[in-house]
């Protein structure tokens, strides 16, 4: 089992910068790809960001790409999300979750364990 908890959402204006962060606590962290999805309401939760056990490889929505940076410390068992240049179309509950393949997924069927989200609001 791996336990997941999201930090660092918040209300920003557009242009903003923010950075989520996702601390695990249960089985080896750095043997979990990790994602960061997002779902805006009325809408499907969608892959965001990704990154691959080493770190070494990342993966991006084209819709974040350039603003979104993801990153991991397995050291801290954590994951972060640096979003810039934030726009309202950002809008949406954050998850972090958790991939048993060491490569970058960006499915929610292939992610097994969840974080509760954290949210996160653009006003323009």
């Known amino acids: 089992q791996v336990q997941l908890v999201e930090s660092g959402g918040g209300l920003v204006q557009a242009g903003d910068s923010l950075r989520l962060s996702c601390a695990a606590s249960?089985?080896?962290?750095?043997?979990?790809?990790m994602g960061w999805f997002r779902q805006a309401p009325g809408k499907e939760r969608e892959f965001v960001a990704g990154?691959?056990?080493?770190?070494?490889?990342?993966s991006y929505a084209d819709s974040v790409k350039g603003r979104f940076t993801v990153s991991r410390d397995n050291a801290k068992n954590t994951v972060y999300l640096q979003m810039s240049s934030l726009k309202p179309a950002d809008t949406g509950i954050y998850y972090c979750?958790?991939?048993?393949?060491?490569?970058?997924?960006?499915?929610?069927?292939?992610?097994?364990?969840w974080g509760h989200g954290t949210q996160v609001t653009v006003s323009s």
């Open positions: 979750a958790a991939s048993g393949y060491t490569s970058v997924m960006h499915t929610t069927a292939t992610y097994n364990y």
């Open positions: 249960g089985r080896a962290f750095s043997n979990y790809a």
């Open positions: 990154i691959t056990t080493s770190g070494n490889t990342r």
